[in-house]
């Protein structure tokens, strides 16, 4: 099985419309999982009127906890945190819990035994039938953190999904910009496809989103939505691409028919298969195979080479 990871510059570039375009497309004629990644905004069960199957919670990190009936006020925690989760109080300590990072330096100090460590509830698992394609997604509780951790369980999840259904393919919704979670849908990702919109800002974003791609080393293909409402930014992105080596594999012009077929929870290719946005869609899913075979024969060239070196 293959992973397909689908990255954004920034939010509202079409990556999610994107991704239920290109699984509605491929599932024609292989299996497909999805997986949403972007915790803090999940929308591809949105995009793709999906059913909730069913819901878990995820316990993703931990947090101190003091209990209050046992404590003495003896304040020896207090000295210990440093991290600024403990304070003084009126004669009881204060625990900030959000400035926790559960080291348990204050447990040892503790000669009551009134403090402990558990596990935090920090969001949600989801599976999501949408339209016969299995869905794993997640979503972050509001004011909690460890979002990392949460796109490594709903990855792990989306995999054993994708194993019991015979997936050819797991495609990931990725989250937009650069942040933590990005890092964490990159593992383990065989290739990546970053949507981009033709502006200047756009550009820039996506040049430091590319930095951190390549770390990672996947197959890379680059993807110019709404290509038609600037050309001066769409030659720039393209000559730009060309310049690093990274094919621009598609380009999508400006449809309202996507923002109908969002409206309706369908993808655009299904919603509306005749529109300029679906054909652009099915031009791109034809060469989406292709990058997972080039990049394969870049690594074999790769290997071959490092083989007659030694
Ligand atoms: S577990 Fe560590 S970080 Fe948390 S309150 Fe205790 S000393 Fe501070
Ligand atoms: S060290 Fe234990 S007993 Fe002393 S103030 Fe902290 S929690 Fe209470």
Redesign the pocket.
């Known amino acids: 099985m293959k992973e397909l990871l689908i990255l954004s510059d920034k939010g509202g570039a079409g990556k999610s419309s994107v991704t239920a375009s290109i699984a509605a497309l491929l599932s024609g004629t292989l299996n497909i999982t999805l997986a949403d990644t972007d915790v803090n905004a999940p929308n591809l069960h949105i995009i793709n009127k999906a059913s909730l199957i069913k819901s878990a919670p995820i316990y993703a990190s931990e947090?101190?906890f003091i209990d209050m009936t046992a404590c003495t006020g003896c304040m020896g925690?207090t000295d210990?945190?440093?991290?600024g989760?403990?304070m003084r109080g009126n004669g009881t300590p204060v625990?900030l819990q959000i400035?926790?990072?559960?080291?348990?330096?204050?447990?040892k100090e503790c000669p009551e035994k009134a403090?402990e460590?558990r596990q935090i509830h920090n969001g949600y698992l989801h599976l999501f039938d949408a339209g016969g394609i299995k869905l794993v997604s997640g979503k972050l509780s509001i004011g909690q953190g460890s979002t990392g951790k949460i796109v490594d369980i709903i990855k792990s999840e989306a995999r054993i999904a994708a194993q019991n259904d015979n997936a050819d393919y797991l495609i990931i919704d990725g989250p937009p910009g650069l942040c933590c979670p990005v890092i964490s849908s990159l593992k383990g990702c065989d290739a990546v496809l970053a949507i981009t919109e033709p502006t200047m800002p756009a550009l820039s974003a996506l040049e430091r989103l590319l930095n951190v791609v390549e770390y990672s080393d996947p197959a890379v293909g680059v993807i110019i939505n709404k290509v038609d409402i600037n050309p001066a930014g769409a030659d720039a992105v393209r000559r730009s691409m060309e310049e690093r080596g990274i094919p621009v594999i598609g380009e999508i012009p400006y449809d309202i028919h996507v923002s109908f077929a969002i409206t309706e929870g369908v993808p655009v290719e299904i919603c509306f298969p005749e529109s300029k946005a679906a054909e652009a869609l099915r031009t791109i899913t034809s060469k989406i195979l292709s990058l997972f075979e080039t990049k394969q024969q870049e690594r074999d060239i790769d290997h071959e080479q490092d083989t007659c070196m030694r």
């Open positions: 947090k101190a925690c210990m945190c440093s991290f989760a403990l625990l400035f926790c990072e559960a080291c348990g330096a204050c447990i403090i460590i």
